[in-house]
């Protein structure tokens, strides 16, 4: 299982993240709910065109899509599941405990912008910078999204974990496979605080 973390779809497409064959794509466009959920779907189809790839979106956009069983089903089958940027607080709200959220745990994962944020077990709140609760679905680094430097020195004061603090700008890309993380578009990518035994390279 692979996990693909890209500040913006763009920087997505540039880089060389996406390799091998990838014949069947579902795009969960949950946390672009309330910014055109269908819109941002499309955003990743036209994307992934050059890969010649089957795209469909499931349209997760609630408590009552997440519980749905065929979508959780779908996702299983997938070969990758893309989750499009937006609000991240919104995403894991619908995702947490459900039978969707239980599916991307287990499944080969991009992320795409501020939904990124959601997916380790440490989140940083983008209402103010404090560490909270995330999903848990992937270990390893905790990540965030730039924000103002009095904003990003508090995150770095409150944090105390023993995960990288990572920050993932709009062209920065980093690849997660077997528990280890590497960055492979370093541009926009900033490490806030680094652990003993670090799980990025």
Sequence with gaps: MTTIVAGSLSALVASSALTGTVADVVVIPT???????????????????????????????????????????????????????????????????????????????????????????????PRGGAPTIGLGYRRGVVLTTPAPPEQLSRTRRLYTGDEPLVVVGARGVLVESAGRWRVTEADDVEVLAAAGGSTLD
């Design 31 to 125: 946390a672009a709910a309330f910014l055109g959920a269908a819109g941002a779907a499309l955003d990743v189809a036209l994307a992934l065109e050059p890969f010649a790839a089957a795209v469909e979106a499931l349209m997760v956009l609630d408590r009552s899509g997440a519980a749905d069983p065929s979508f959780a089903r779908r996702i299983a089958r997938a070969d990758l599941v893309v989750l499009t940027d937006g609000s991240p607080l919104h995403a894991k709200a619908v995702w947490r405990d459900s039978a969707v959220g239980a599916a991307l745990a287990a499944a080969p994962l991009v992320a795409i912008g501020a939904v990124a944020t959601t997916l380790g077990v440490v989140m940083i709140d």
